[in-house]
């Protein structure tokens, strides 16, 4: 069974893989032997995170590329490809939010939103699974949360583009399964990450861990390895438009 998490001779691309969630997902793929593409808008850092990698015997390649920019996106994936390799995996992971009230989110702010987080995750996919269909198969793994099943206030656009993923998740997964191709998403609760370090530090978010996080504290970057490796190898080979929560019971609270 072991050989089920193993990723040798894979290639993945992790888009936001710069910091928080998205370097922790380039980190364990390389452990577990897969070759990883990062990408993301700042480049000083994921050189920092190639350099890491390699010097761990891995091997890393970086991009950058600005998930909003669609123009962008074909020729990042294209680059990726014709200088590194065929990709196997997709980790879509770069995403934003902003804080604010229903009644005062701006036009910019929505844009900011779900130009990444649904724009953004939908062309990339669509850029890497061309690919993979021509190959006849791969694994992508769209990163959403809880807030696309469930919803809390002051983050709107937030929770309208997880819910967007979400369904992007199983509607990609349906047009794509025979094509060897599986799309599924990990729902991550709340892990503590850049996103969020500030909130959960301050008086609010130490009560809201205490009123409303059933094990009693936030979640780890490295408590979404195990849901990560599932979707990306062999293992979850029959599993396409699936949904994996991660949330430490958040969502029954
Ligand atoms: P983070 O802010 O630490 O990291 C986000 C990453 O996305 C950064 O590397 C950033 O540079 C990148 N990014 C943002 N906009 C981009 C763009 N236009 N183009 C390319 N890269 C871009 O946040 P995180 O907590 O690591 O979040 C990662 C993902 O996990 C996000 O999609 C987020 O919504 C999701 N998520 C996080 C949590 C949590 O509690 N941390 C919970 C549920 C879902």
């Known amino acids: 069974m072991a050989g089920e998490f193993d990723l040798t001779g894979k290639t993945a691309l992790v888009t936001g893989a710069s910091q928080g969630l998205g370097r922790r997902f380039a980190e ?16 000083d ?22 998930v909003t920019d669609c123009a962008a ?19 879509n992971n770069a995403g934003v939010a902003v804080t604010r009230r229903f009644l005062e989110v701006t ?14 995750c939908f062309f990339v996919a669509q850029s890497v699974a ?3 269909v021509a190959r006849g198969g791969g694994s992508i793994i769209n990163i959403a949360s809880v807030l696309g099943q469930d919803v809390i206030g002051q983050v709107s656009p ?24 599986r799309v599924n998403a990990i729902a991550p609760g709340y892990i503590e990450t850049p996103m969020n370090q500030a909130f959960f530090q301050s008086p609010p978010g130490e009560k809201m861990i205490a009123r409303k996080m059933p094990v009693g504290h936030l979640g780890q970057p490295d408590d979404l390895d195990g849901a990560l490796l599932l979707l990306a190898g062999p293992a979850s080979r029959y599993m ?14």
Do not use: W
Request: with cysteine.
């Open 240 to 253: 396409t438009g699936t949904t994996l929560t991660v949330d430490g019971a958040f969502t029954l609270s």
């Open 107 to 120: 036009p910019e702010d929505y844009d900011r939103v779900l130009d990444t987080n649904l724009r953004g």
């Open 158 to 181: 937030y929770c309208a583009s997880k819910a967007g993923l979400l369904h992007l998740t199983r509607a990609m997964a349906l047009e794509l399964a025979k094509t060897g191709v």
């Open 28 to 43: 364990v793929l390389a452990a577990h032997g897969a070759a990883v593409a990062l990408a993301a808008r700042q480049t």
């Open 45 to 66: 850092k994921l050189a920092a995170l190639a350099a890491e990698i390699e010097g761990r015997g891995g091997r890393a390649f970086t991009v950058p590329l600005d």
């Open 73 to 91: 996106i074909a020729a990042a994936v294209a680059e990726v490809e014709a200088a590194f390799a065929p990709l196997d995996i997709l980790v």
């Open 130 to 132: 061309k690919r993979m």
